[in-house]
């Protein structure tokens, strides 16, 4: 008699758990077999009504379909609860993640890292220098003579008669010459400033690298090498460029270097006003009067520096059209970057 | 500088040369064109129009409807100008022409209700000049439907040349004439002089004295009498209006001629009005009043240079002609001036007046002092041409002391040396030749180069072989691609700056960069401020001393913004006053490179399964922490704490490094947040990072993770509200055994309920030893004793036991 029971309750079991789609159905099957009054605890029950003789044999058979479908039914329950179709315990995945904020350099500093780090990847040192100069390092020490046109090229802030906001990074040329015999190949980037009106075009402060390399025999195509090899890497290698001569008091000869534009890739544009090419550097062989300066012997070592503005870089870029909003430090630009 | 072409094929034969070679030349020579106006493609399209009647525009008062005969049709067409009227020539813009200074195409349209098919031009929509008064009306006799090209003579090709300061010999048509014979190897052909001279002998008329020869170290003049002041003719006035000069009368125009031709300035007096008919060149020896031909008076500081006749200023020399002595309509007798000024002067005179001429601009740059002559002479050759004048015989010629060419001596090897490769010898002789250079072989290596007086920039043999590059082509310089490694040890002071940017953009800071240069009031805020001599406004008068309300200022934009959870951090310069008295030295002042980290507001903006959190005192010290430990300096500085508020924050705390404070932050006070414009909480602490990079940071050494189980207590105590965390903890620590490790509290917690003034502080001990597992007796023993300790010493009463 038990024996059947036994045997239909498992069928049943089977049967039923069949058809579970729901945490409800499986609460459905646990109250019909495992609750107190389930039926295989009425199974159980039943059994204290067998003749002892048949007991053990039962009683072992009842406790192996116990575990049978008690542990199927605890497979089925974990596979109903933890699948997306038990609807009761669905979690909503598309739930937005937990915000944390990670912080960015600014987009000025991020270009300069690339900078620096082509740079030293080239063999250059890193150098730093005071914002406040002195008209000796900015100018005179870079042979810009007093009274000379030449300063009109840098708008200068004045804070006494001797002492000004530095219109450039290269016055850290001369402290680094005075420092140190050569070799010396560095690159020393650092904020500037002008005394120009500000718009969209110019701010009275913006950042520079400036970088020098003197040595015996170093030459005006090592300049060209080493400036193109920096352009392709930050470029890209695929990019045109040309040296044109220029004018700095502290070079000679000079040069400023370009690129081909890189929004109408030399057709001529706004941008490049119609040249076909953007100018992104000036450079040039150390003036010997420079060196005078700082007592080297130019008949002996030759060099050559160069100096480029971050701003322009990242304005050109990042496509931005307006030099101030480096400045405005508005969150909603800071986190684009 | 405005160049244009046709005037300088009188100069150098280029006609066998393409527009597009010669920009491109010139460009990479270092005489940079800047922009090319080729007229003949700009005007293309216009036509001579003749305008056959006009009638009201029935819907636009200030609206002409005009019948255009353009040649073969009649064209209804609006115009806009007032002078515009039946009759006139005038030039014609067909539809698809582009106008020249809008960049936009003429399209059939109709205008208030009126079909228009084209439009007639005024002068500067041509770029012809700036005169927007009316339409250009034309010359009656032109023939409607020619093309303006040949109508109006417009074929001529304009250049616009920046040049730089080093080069006050291209600033003329002869000037960039030369370089262009050195680059397509050509002849450069110098206009002669032919004088009809008459009797009269120029040293009866006038006289020449200079006081002051080393500002004018020559003084050239010559007299043409007789002169017919009237408009140039024709060539002329389109030459000078080319390059954008509005012409005058002829003998002004033709002194204009010759600077834009050789580079000369001159100046041409009434000679009538020269007292004593004389020339006197000396400086002013007292502030003087002097009112220049453009009938503005100027004060003139003392030792100005000026010209003077027999008892007044007549001119400031180099700069500006004055009123009292320039030609008129009236004018018969003229004295011409061609002078040759100490650029530096002319510069003093130029800066100190505010005043910047065509004159000025050359001679401060440094003009010719042996052209002088050939340009007055020139000049008297035209007035004689032009004006009918007639020329005086002879030449006043002040001129102590010559200036004679420089001689410099060049190797070809060290040429190379510079350059990295070698230019020919023979092309180097041309190209210095091609330049005006005399040169002479002095042996295999070496030449002696003499350099004309119209190239002051060329002092040596470095400015010598920037020639040679420059006309060779800087394109024809190899470029070595391989770089020579140094050996020696590369060093970054960048570096320590990098990290600190890791830092705190990992722990969710923002890097900002301010404007260093800000208003008296914000820069005060923090320190006695440097004043700027020369600023742009009064809120950029002052160097920041501080990078706090720079910070300020962007907190308070990004709050109104609406972004207002902040947290914001910078590295830059401050820089302080050091003495009440003007800076002569570098210890006049300080400038230190500091940090700042700000926050405010949200700490983490709320989701939807967190909470917000307001930043508070405890996260800035938080932060400050966790930052210090990335650069391993945790340990290693000391912190001071201020309850009572200073000027700028309501408490704070400092950093200490050996009693020095290397930064201090905290709550930002209610008054300062105001004056900024914030209202709401805001956090900062600066550090004075070059103070901050001196220490020593501690070196990080490995230690084993922990083998041994650790045993882990925790108490509460009822405490006053005046004991501090920090001295309850350092008590625990110094009258506990060596084996409690960690002290830290997990929970604060104020109530009535525990008493009035009182608070509840609890802590968690951690127990354990690196080389054995404790006993729960051993510790048992030394929790129970420290809980005796802490009831007695702060009248502390356990909790919950």
Redesign the interface.
């Known amino acids: 008699m038990l024996d059947n029971n036994i045997t239909e309750i498992k069928e049943s079991f089977y049967s039923d758990i069949k058809s579970v789609s729901s945490m409800k159905d499986v609460e459905e099957i646990r109250i019909k077999y495992f609750s107190r009054n389930g039926l295989v605890s009425q199974l159980f029950e039943d059994l204290k009504d067998v003749v002892k003789e048949e007991k053990p044999i039962l009683g072992k058979k009842l406790n192996l379909l116990r575990n049978e479908v008690s542990s199927y039914f605890e497979e089925v329950k974990e596979r109903i609860s933890s699948s997306s179709s038990g609807k009761e315990n669905e979690i909503d995945l598309t739930?937005?993640g937990?915000?944390?904020?990670?912080?960015?350099?600014?987009i000025?500093?991020q270009t300069l890292?690339e900078i620096?780090s082509i740079f030293?990847g080239?063999?250059?040192?890193?150098?730093?220098g005071?914002?406040?100069e002195?008209d000796y390092y900015n100018f005179e020490s870079l042979n810009f003579p007093?009274?000379?046109?030449?300063r009109?090229?840098q708008d200068t802030?004045?804070?006494?008669?001797?002492?000004l906001?530095r219109t450039h990074t290269t016055p850290v040329q001369i402290r680094l010459m005075e420092k140190q015999a050569p070799?010396v190949?560095a690159i020393m980037?650092g904020?500037v400033?002008r005394?120009e009106?500000?718009s969209a075009r110019s701010y009275?402060?913006f950042h520079q690298v400036d970088g020098i390399y003197v040595?015996t025999?170093v030459?005006?195509?090592?300049l060209?090498?080493?400036l193109?090899?920096f352009a392709k890497q930050f470029y890209g290698s695929d990019l045109k460029y040309?040296?044109?001569?220029?004018?700095f008091p502290f070079t000679?000869?000079?040069?400023e270097m370009d690129i081909t534009c890189y929004l109408c890739h030399g057709k001529g544009c706004k941008i490049c006003?119609n040249s076909g090419w953007l100018e992104i550097l000036g450079c040039g062989?150390v003036?010997?009067n420079v060196f005078k300066f700082v007592n080297y012997d130019s008949e002996k070592y030759?060099g050559y520096a160069f100096g480029m503005g971050i701003e322009r870089i990242a304005l050109l870029k990042y496509g931005i059209t307006d030099i101030r909003i480096?400045?405005?430090?508005?969150?909603?630009f800071?986190?684009q970057f | 500088m405005k160049i244009s072409l046709s005037w300088i094929k009188e100069f150098v034969d280029l006609n066998d040369i393409s527009i597009e070679e010669i920009v491109a030349k010139l460009t990479m020579s270092g005489l940079e064109v800047e922009d090319v106006l080729d007229q003949s493609k700009l005007y293309k399209n216009f036509i001579v129009g003749f305008v056959k009647t006009t009638e009201k525009h029935p819907n636009a008062d200030k609206l002409t409807i005009c019948k255009v005969f353009d040649g073969k049709d009649d064209l209804q067409v609006i115009c806009g100008a007032t002078n515009v009227s039946a009759g006139q020539k005038i030039v014609f813009a067909p539809i698809g022409s582009e106008i020249p200074n809008g960049n936009f195409i003429i399209k059939k349209a109709k205008i208030r209700g009126v079909e228009s098919n084209g439009m007639i031009c005024a002068e500067d929509e041509l770029l012809l000049s700036d005169d927007h008064s009316g339409i250009m009306v034309l010359n009656e006799n032109l023939e409607a439907g020619k093309p303006i090209i040949e109508a109006l003579n417009l074929n001529d090709v304009i250049l616009e040349i920046a040049i730089t300061p080093n080069r006050p010999d291209a600033l003329s048509h002869i000037g960039v004439a030369r370089d262009l014979a050195a680059l397509f190897d050509r002849d450069l052909i110098i206009p002669e002089i032919k004088l009809n001279e008459v009797k009269d002998d120029i040293k009866k008329l006038a006289s020449v004295e200079i006081e002051d020869t080393v500002n004018c170290p020559r003084y050239v003049a010559k007299v043409v009498k007789d002169v017919q002041i009237k408009e140039s003719p024709k060539w002329l006035k389109d030459r000078l209006e080319k390059i954008g000069l509005r012409p005058r009368n002829n003998i002004v125009d033709i002194t204009n001629l010759v600077l834009h031709e050789c580079g000369q300035p001159l100046h041409a007096f009434d000679l009538d009005k020269l007292s004593d008919h004389k020339i006197v060149v000396k400086s002013t020896k007292s502030e003087t009043n002097f009112t220049t031909l453009d009938s503005k008076e100027r004060k003139l500081p003392v030792n100005t240079l000026m010209i003077c006749d027999g008892n007044r200023e007549v001119a400031i020399a180099g700069v500006m002609g004055g009123e009292n002595s320039e030609i008129t309509e009236l004018t018969i007798n003229i004295l011409i001036e061609s002078a040759y000024f100490h650029p530096s002067s002319i510069r003093k005179t130029s800066k100190a007046l505010g005043l910047s001429t065509d004159a000025s601009y050359r001679f401060e740059r440094g003009s010719d002092p042996n052209i002088t002559k050939y340009a007055a002479e020139r000049c008297a050759q035209l007035v004689a041409e032009l004006a009918d004048g007639k020329v005086a015989n002879g030449i006043i010629d002040v001129y102590p002391e010559i200036i004679t060419p420089k001689e410099i001596e060049l190797r070809f090897s060290r040429t190379t040396k510079i350059l990295g490769y070698e230019v020919a010898p023979e092309k180097i002789k041309n190209i210095l030749s091609r330049l005006g250079l005399a040169i002479k072989v002095l042996d295999e290596d070496k030449l002696l180069v003499s350099v004309p007086t119209f190239r002051p920039d060329i002092e040596r043999e470095i400015d010598l072989i920037e020639e040679i590059a420059r006309i060779n082509g800087y394109n024809n310089i190899p470029m070595v691609s391989k770089i020579n490694i140094t050996l020696e040890q590369k060093t970054d002071e960048t570096e320590v700056d990098e990290k600190i940017r890791q830092a705190a953009t990992a722990l969710g800071f923002f890097e900002m960069i301010n404007n260093p240069l800000q208003s008296e009031n914000d820069a005060k805020l923090t320190g006695n401020p440097i004043r700027i001599a020369n600023p742009l406004s009064a809120d950029m008068e002052c160097l920041r001393t501080s990078l706090l309300s720079g910070a300020l200022i962007t907190i308070s934009k990004n709050i109104k913004q609406g972004v207002k959870g902040l947290k914001l951090f910078e590295i830059g310069d401050a820089f302080k006053k050091m003495t009440n008295g003007e800076i002569k030295t570098f210890s006049d002042f300080t400038e230190t490179q500091n940090l700042l980290l700000a926050i405010s507001g949200n700490e983490q903006n709320k989701g939807w399964n967190t909470e917000e959190k307001d930043s508070d005192f405890y996260l800035l010290k938080g932060l400050i922490n966790s930052f210090l430990s990335k650069i391993s300096l945790d340990n290693v500085l000391i912190d001071s704490y201020y309850s009572t508020a200073n000027e700028i924050y309501a408490y704070y705390l400092t950093k200490n490094f050996k009693e020095v404070e290397l930064g201090r932050g905290g709550k930002l006070k209610n008054e300062v947040l105001q004056q900024f414009d914030i209202n709401q909480n805001v956090y900062c602490f600066e550090f004075d990072l070059s103070a901050l990079k001196s220490v020593q940071s501690n070196s990080k050494t490995y230690t084993d993770p922990l083998k041994y189980p650790k045993i882990i207590r925790d108490f509460a105590f009822i405490l006053d509200n005046s004991v501090k965390y920090l001295d309850v903890k350092e008590f625990i620590k110094k009258k506990s055994s060596q084996l409690l490790k960690v002290v830290s509290v997990f929970d604060v917690f104020e109530s009535d309920s525990l008493g009035t003034d009182k608070k509840s502080l609890a802590f968690t001990l951690e127990y354990f030893d690196e080389s054995r597992t404790l006993t729960e007796e051993e510790v048992e023993k030394d929790f129970n004793n420290l809980i005796a300790l802490i009831t007695k010493e702060f009248n502390a009463q356990l909790r919950g036991k």
């Open positions: 739930l937005p937990n915000n944390y904020i990670v912080g960015s350099k600014h000025l500093t890292d620096k030293k080239l063999g250059f040192s890193v150098a730093n005071p914002e406040l002195s007093a009274d000379h046109p030449a009109d090229m802030f004045f804070v006494s008669k001797d002492f906001l070799p190949r980037p904020r400033y005394n009106a500000v009275c402060m040595d025999d030459t005006f195509a090592e060209k090498g080493t193109v090899s040309r040296f044109r001569p220029s004018f000679e000869p000079s040069a006003k062989m003036d010997p030759t480096f400045f405005d430090n508005d969150l909603r800071l986190k």
